[in-house]
């Protein structure tokens, strides 16, 4: 699947050259439109959920009480990962050119590989537990289908991404040996 990925990615060049090839400030404005986008995103989940009937066993204390958990445990992975990522590593940062010193291994990378997408799911879950909303959770299950789909592309381009720069360091540091 990786070799059908193109590491280039002219799209980014585009926005990059919106702000006079400041990839930092075309990681931003990514930034705030997929920021808006999410809230957009979380805004049609509402209302679609606002127009479907409800289940008695959703409406029950102890889905009630799962939703609670789930909504608390799902927003502290999302939370937690932004905070340690930051805003570029959050939002793409390394496909502007932007790279992390080192993975980040520790909570919540520690505990779960995607812990934006899974805890995201995990919302998505306690909302329709929350409001009792059995199609809020057939969407649950849509939305981490299209995560995981994700994953399978966004994970061989990342780690493409830090060997190229890897390899690139190694050839600089053989490079100045041989002077």
């Known amino acids: ?30 930034a705030i439109t997929i920021f ?27 889905s009630q009480a799962l939703a609670a958990v789930l909504f608390v445990s799902g927003n502290t992975l999302v939370l ?15 496909y502007f050119g932007i790279l ?3 993975p980040v291994r520790s909570f919540p990378f520690n505990v779960v590989d995607a812990p934006m997408y899974y805890g995201s799911t995990m919302s998505f879950a ?12 057939i969407l649950t299950c849509e939305v981490l289908a299209v995560y995981i789909v994700a994953l ?3 994970d ?8 190229k720069r890897d390899r690139e360091r190694k050839g600089k540091e053989e490079g100045k040996k041989e002077l």
Not at 83 to 93: D, E, H, Q, R
Not at 126 to 137: I, M, Q, R, V
């Open 126 to 137: 306690a909302t329709a537990l929350w409001f009792g909303k059995p199609a809020g959770l």
């Open 36 to 62: 808006s986008i999410g809230i957009f995103r979380d805004a049609l989940y509402e209302r679609a959920l606002r127009a479907q009937p409800t289940h008695p066993w959703l409406q029950t204390l102890p």
């Open 152 to 154: 399978g592309f966004e």
């Open 1 to 30: 699947m990786v070799d059908s990925i193109d590491f280039n990615q002219p799209s980014l060049w585009a926005i990059t050259k919106l702000f006079r090839g400041n990839s930092l400030y075309g990681c931003y404005a990514l």
């Open 156 to 163: 061989p381009f990342t780690s493409e991404i830090y060997a």
């Open 100 to 102: 992390m010193d080192e």
């Open 80 to 94: 937690s990962s932004m905070y340690a990522l930051g805003i570029t590593g959050t939002y793409l940062g390394d």
